[in-house]
């Protein structure tokens, strides 16, 4: 088993592009979420999805969309990247809510 | 509603000596408590979890952690540092009853010094 896989594993961005990233779990998981990861500031929730067909926002969903395409891929997209969005992007996924997540690699993104 | 606070953003031991993370919550409900590690330029792995058995809990790698219900605390110790847990720690509580999305603390980074 891959486990969680998040491409790209790194990306760098004009002000303005527009990117995908892609996050795929083979554990059959009901739930999957997107964090980002900043310096002193712990792991952020973005976005999640408690189960195959439903979106919620997390803490800081501005500036980003997702997809749950099916039960195993959740993207996270950004329309018009930010210097802000400067960061390390975790997907993570888990059975139930409230259960244990597992993680992906990360994207480290940087816009320029 | 859900927090967590780790009480210290760095530690620094010497190795072989023991190691203590502090994590304090609170939660409307029955919590479901995480200890995550991350290595540099990793994704995090599991350490150990509470979900309402037994209080004291072990992990991997001779952590663990004991539920403090009446100190709403949850701390992660270990006897021995070893060099190799030099690393980001991440207290996480979640809410079996309530909006079930996991809370993250802002993370202690322990350092190991030879």
């Known amino acids: 088993n891959a486990g969680v896989t998040q491409t790209p594993k790194f990306q760098v961005l004009k002000t303005g592009q527009s990117m995908t990233l892609q996050c795929a779990q083979d554990m059959n998981h009901n739930s999957m979420y997107w964090y980002r990861q900043d310096p002193g500031m712990g792991l952020r929730l973005i976005y999640y999805?408690?189960?195959?067909?439903?979106?919620d926002k997390g803490e800081v969903p501005n500036g980003y969309n997702v997809s749950r395409l099916n039960k195993r891929e959740f993207s996270l997209r950004l329309e018009s990247a930010a210097p802000s969005q400067t960061s390390v992007y975790f997907c993570?996924?888990?059975?139930?809510?409230?259960?244990?997540?597992?993680f992906g690699p990360g994207t480290r993104l940087t816009v320029l | 509603a859900q927090s967590v606070t780790q009480l210290d953003s760095h530690v620094s031991v010497s190795e072989g000596t023991p190691v203590l993370l502090r994590c304090n919550y609170s939660?409307?409900?029955?919590?479901?408590l995480f200890w995550y590690v991350q290595h540099p330029n990793k994704g995090l792995q599991l350490l150990l979890k509470y979900t309402s058995a037994a209080t004291l809990v072990k992990g991997i790698n001779g952590f663990e952690a004991e539920f403090k219900k009446s100190e709403t605390s949850f701390h992660l110790t270990k006897p021995s540092a070893h060099m190799s847990d030099a690393a980001e720690y991440f207290c996480?509580?979640?809410?079996?009853?309530?909006?079930?999305?996991?809370?993250f603390g802002r993370g202690t980074s322990l350092i190991v010094h030879p």
């Open positions: 999805s408690a189960s195959e067909g439903t979106t």
């Open positions: 939660s409307s409900y029955s919590p479901s």
């Open positions: 993570a996924s888990s059975g139930l809510a409230y259960n244990e997540q597992f």
């Open positions: 996480v509580v979640s809410e079996t009853g309530g909006s079930y999305i996991p809370t």
